[in-house]
């Protein structure tokens, strides 16, 4: 079990620029990974601003819980507690496919602790949509770790995305600037502090 303070801006760019800045800043490491949403059937997590997913890597998987910081040390980018779990990857794709089937899951561990004690009520939670996420991890400006998305939705859509996540919001804000300046995008509300699983529901199918 872990717990953090997350702070990151997320930009979603067009695919060129998405390219020109893959092929510009020096590659550390690539990964697949998969992102799988619950809530319960009435929201309940998302009236609460909770989100809550399991996500698959090749060979281990992570339960997270994303919950607001009541004490945000800024507020110029994105800032939430997560609570993760590790899990064993046959555990996880068993939560899914049983979520997948349209049964409930009631999450356990930390995240499970979190919620029991959060809702008067144990969570049925449904599988409500996902995203698959080609990620890239890059050095860039001093020093400060980019992440690039390549994300794809239930309905085919693609798009394609820059985080800059640091416990330095100055930093953020300094590197931000800086590639804005550099590779000239611009930010707008569409564009910017758009987390995936409010795409991935815009873009979800029937599972």
């Known amino acids: 079990m872990s717990q953090n303070n997350e702070i990151e801006a997320k930009i979603i760019l067009p695919k060129a620029i998405y390219l020109k800045l893959c092929h510009d800043f020096p590659f ?23 989100s809550c997913r399991i996500r698959l890597f090749a060979d281990h998987a992570e339960q997270t819980l994303k919950v607001p910081n009541k004490n945000p040390i800024q507020k110029d980018f994105h800032e939430a507690i997560e ?3 590790s899990l ?9 496919k ?5 049964s409930p899951i009631i999450f ?14 144990k969570l049925n939670l449904h599988l409500q ?43 953020i804000a300094e590197t931000l600037a800086k590639l804005k300046k550099e590779y000239q995008f611009t930010q707008n509300y569409a564009n910017t502090n758009q987390a995936k ?11």
């Open 28 to 50: 550390k490491h690539s990964f697949n990974q998969e992102n799988y949403y619950f809530d319960t059937s009435d929201g309940l997590l998302k009236q609460s601003n909770i």
């Open 83 to 85: 609570i993760n779990d």
């Open 88 to 96: 064993k990857l046959n555990e996880a794709k068993a939560f899914i």
């Open 98 to 102: 049983r979520g997948a089937a349209g």
């Open 108 to 121: 356990k561990y930390s995240a499970g602790k979190y919620l029991n004690q959060k809702f008067s009520q």
């Open 129 to 171: 949509t996902y995203c698959k996420t080609h990620r890239i991890l890059a050095n860039g400006p001093k020093n400060c770790e980019l992440t690039f998305d390549d994300n794809t939705y239930p309905d085919n859509y693609e798009d394609f995305e820059l985080e800059i996540e640091n416990c330095n919001p100055d930093l």
């Open 197 to 207: 699983i409010a795409r991935a529901y815009i873009h979800r199918v029937k599972i």
